[in-house]
């Protein structure tokens, strides 16, 4: 996969999963197990927006391959989806998330894998053009 698609990708999920938090809220969570109130509702819509934002990044950056700014994205996203996969983790054990615990952690650990195999890829070719 080259990493244009990649990153197509990488702003295409975020971006459905921010419109259903944003729009349907309670019908993601009921899938999740999550309890929904008045108040995670709220919490829900925000983290809707925010991944909205995560794809919009996401979905400018795919056309600029080799660029620092796009390394230091892709580090970002590195970065979200491993703190939001022990977050996942820890709501599991704890029997927050209590329906389908599976699909965040495949979802996480692609995303933590693929942007890491990207992202190496590229300090390895660097390192060889410098060597």
Same mark, same amino acid.
């Given at each position: 996969?080259?990493?244009?698609?990649?990153?197509?990708?990488?702003?295409?999920?975020?971006?459905?999963?921010?419109?259903?938090?944003?729009?349907?809220?309670?019908?993601?969570?009921?899938?999740?197990?999550?309890?929904?109130?008045?108040?995670?509702?709220?919490?829900?819509?925000?983290?809707?927006?925010?991944?909205?934002?995560v794809a919009v990044i996401?979905?400018?950056?795919?056309?600029?391959?080799g660029s620092d700014t796009?390394?230091?994205?892709?580090?970002?996203?590195?970065?979200?989806?491993?703190?939001?996969?022990?977050?996942?983790?820890?709501? #599991?054990?704890?029997?927050?998330?209590?329906?389908?615990?599976?699909?965040?952690?495949?979802?996480?650990?692609?995303? #933590?894998?693929?942007?890491?195999?990207?992202?190496?890829?590229?300090?390895?070719?660097?390192?060889?053009?410098?060597?």
């Amino acid at each position: 996969m080259r990493l244009k698609t990649f990153m197509t990708i990488a702003a295409v999920v975020p971006a459905f999963f921010g419109i259903s938090l944003l729009f349907t809220p309670a019908s993601l969570m009921e899938t999740n197990g999550l309890v929904v109130n008045d108040s995670a509702l709220l919490f829900a819509r925000s983290v809707g927006g925010m991944l909205l934002g995560v794809a919009v990044i996401n979905w400018r950056a795919r056309k600029d391959e080799g660029s620092d700014t796009l390394w230091g994205i892709m580090r970002g996203n590195i970065g979200i989806h491993v703190l939001a996969l022990i977050t996942d983790v820890s709501a #599991i054990y704890h029997h927050v998330i209590t329906k389908n615990p599976a699909f965040s952690i495949v979802v996480h650990v692609f995303f #933590i894998v693929a942007f890491g195999y990207f992202y190496l890829g590229r300090q390895s070719s660097a390192q060889s053009k410098v060597g």
